[in-house]
């Protein structure tokens, strides 16, 4: 199997089809963390945030400090993410994409095979550092910015070139950002939905299914499945 040129593997790491599959792999995690593991979404920071404001404020400083370590993991995996970046930069690799997903990959792993009890801000901490890991090395699907990890920017995206191409021409250019922000939008719910339906069943195993988007991400990385 021959491997792909740096080009092939970003053209392949900003396709539809791999931009759908890590939406779908951000809304899973959401979904599971939410329903597992303290009703709380790990991907997204804004909430940590604000609610370690109020702590802050009102003078709860024990409780605000809850939030604080989901940050730090946060800010710890756009680092780790600007580190893969650059080392590869540096040695002339293919790309960083296989690097951050193997790394994704191995922290899921791991989660997938903790018992129940344990505690949920373990969970907590490491989800929110694998999905900024994700989401700072997955930026752009066909030459646009993107979020894979939360969908507030997506729908915003979405509505505007609904907007556009309902008011202002039906041009090809804003019906294939209709088209990718739809599906990308779509494959963040139902990641969410099966997220959180299947961590009813089947628990901390439930991570096995978002690994295995993630692997799918992979194989596309190495063999080039789905580039014309």
């Keep these: ?10 053209k392949q790491a900003t396709s539809l089809q791999a931009s759908a599959l890590l939406a779908a792999a951000g809304g899973f995690l959401d979904g599971f963390t939410y329903v597992g593991h303290g009703h709380v979404f790990a991907n997204a920071m804004t909430g940590n945030v604000v609610l370690l404001g109020i702590s802050c404020f009102s003078g709860s400083w024990r409780t605000g400090l809850r939030h604080l370590p989901p940050i730090i993991a946060f800010l710890l995996g756009v680092c780790a993410s600007e580190a893969i970046q650059l080392r590869a930069k540096l040695r002339h690799c293919n790309s960083p994409y296989t690097s951050v997903l193997w790394l994704e990959i191995s922290v899921l792993s791991v989660l997938s095979l903790l018992p129940a009890t344990t505690k949920d801000i373990f969970f ?3 989800i929110a550092f694998a999905a900024s890991v994700q989401v700072q090395t997955f930026r752009e699907v066909n030459g646009r910015s993107y979020s894979s990890t939360f969908t507030t920017g997506n729908l915003r995206t979405l509505g505007e070139a609904a ?22 939008c779509g494959a963040f719910l139902l990641g969410a939905m099966v997220g959180g339906y299947s961590t009813q069943a089947f628990g901390n195993r439930t991570l096995w299914g978002d690994i295995a988007l993630l692997l799918l991400v992979v194989l596309g ?8």
Excluded: Y
Aim: avoid cysteine.
């Design 163 to 184: 907007f556009a191409w309902f008011f202002e021409g039906r041009r090809a250019m804003t019906a294939g950002v209709v088209r990718d922000f739809s599906v990308i």
């Design 1 to 10: 199997m021959t491997s792909l040129t740096f080009e092939e593997t970003q």
């Design 221 to 228: 990385m190495q063999t080039g499945i789905g580039l014309p």
């Design 124 to 126: 907590t901490i490491s």
